[in-house]
């Protein structure tokens, strides 16, 4: 009898123990169903192809209304371009929004672009740059605060190493021809140190021409889709298509510090539109703004 009692007093506390674990995971599981409702926590979706360059593929709803006053659904991915130099496409990294709010605040502001005197350090006319453009003194307003962050966070590199934004912009006939955005001289690297990247973002599309051109960069294009829609000048090497929205991101100086030569670049003659772009150099140290 008492034997009996005492596995009836087992079974019964082997019950209850099975009882409160089925009632902890229902409970659990009501959570998760709320926490995913309310958007809080998303399970992880396998990507389509591992293998591909491309990644970061996602849908976000950027604040631009269509005609119907609909909000636009743009996909922003990023895509390895190349590795020597190191270049990167965020594709619609700025809505189109942004890109009108940047032409429209420089519009009134432009004048003929300048290059570095590698003697002095000076700013000089040359014919080898034929744009005209501005500088946006750094966080000056909520919009273009925004945009430096979104590049802090993009690059890894603190918006305090940043020079103010420079929009640009390229008519029929214009150019910038091949050129290093890092310096060789002593006058410019006493603010921030180096340049070590650039982001270099599309505020326009182009009907014709005014890619971005890297001539020294390493590798075959000749073979990437599309090659024979370039201009003659974008087939001296690897090259990018301006696309509004669009920010490209590449690399003056490798991993090692040491300075990058096939980070050459250069802008191609529009052949046919107009090319507006904004420009952000990032340093090595703190820039004083």
Same mark, same amino acid.
């Given at each position: ?17 099975? %009882? ?37 593929? =996602? +849908?976000?709803?950027?604040?631009? &209304? ?11 991915? +990023?895509? @390895? ?12 990294? *700025? ?32 014919? @080898?740059? +034929? ?21 802090? $966070? /993009? ?19 214009? =150019? ?15 603010? &921030? ?5 650039? @982001?270099?973002?599309?505020?326009? $599309? ?8 890297? !001539? %020294? ?7 990437? !889709? ?15 298509? !301006?696309?509004?929205?669009?920010? *490209? ?6 991993? $090692? %510090?040491?300075? $990058? !030569?096939?980070? *050459? ?19 090595? &140290?703190? /820039?004083?703004?």
């Amino acid at each position: 009898m008492a034997k009996g009692r005492a596995n009836s007093r087992h079974q019964g506390k082997k019950s209850s123990t099975v %009882a409160l674990v089925l009632a902890m995971l229902l409970m659990l599981t009501i959570v998760l169903l709320i926490l995913l409702a309310l958007g809080i926590f998303s399970l992880p979706i396998a990507s389509d192809d591992d293998s591909s360059p491309i990644h970061n593929r =996602k +849908t976000l709803v950027i604040g631009d &209304g269509d005609r119907d006053g609909m909000e636009k659904k743009r996909e922003q991915w +990023t895509e @390895v371009l190349s590795w020597e130099p190191r270049a990167f496409i965020y594709h619609n990294f *700025l809505s189109e929004k942004e890109c009108e709010y940047l032409i429209n605040l420089a519009k009134p502001h432009m004048a003929k672009s300048t290059v570095v005197d590698s003697k002095t350090g000076q700013s000089k006319d040359s014919r @080898v740059r +034929t744009s005209s453009g501005m500088f946006l003194r750094r966080g000056r307003d909520k919009v273009i605060q925004e945009i430096e962050k979104r590049i802090a $966070d /993009y690059t890894f590199i603190s918006a305090e190493h940043g020079e103010g934004l420079q929009v640009l912009h390229y008519e029929v006939g214009q =150019k910038y021809e091949p050129h290093y955005d890092y310096f060789l001289d002593e006058f410019n690297t006493k603010n &921030g140190g180096q340049r070590i990247a650039t @982001v270099l973002m599309y505020l326009s $599309d182009v009907e014709e021409g005014g890619e971005t051109v890297f !001539p %020294a960069a390493q590798g075959n294009y000749s073979s990437v !889709p599309g090659w024979n829609e370039f201009s003659e000048c974008a087939k001296r090497g690897l090259s990018v298509k !301006p696309k509004m929205g669009d920010a *490209l991101l590449f690399w003056s100086m490798r991993p $090692d %510090a040491t300075l $990058d !030569p096939s980070s *050459l670049h250069g802008g191609c003659p529009v052949i046919k539109g107009n090319k507006w772009s904004s420009t952000k150099w990032m340093h090595v &140290g703190e /820039y004083k703004a």
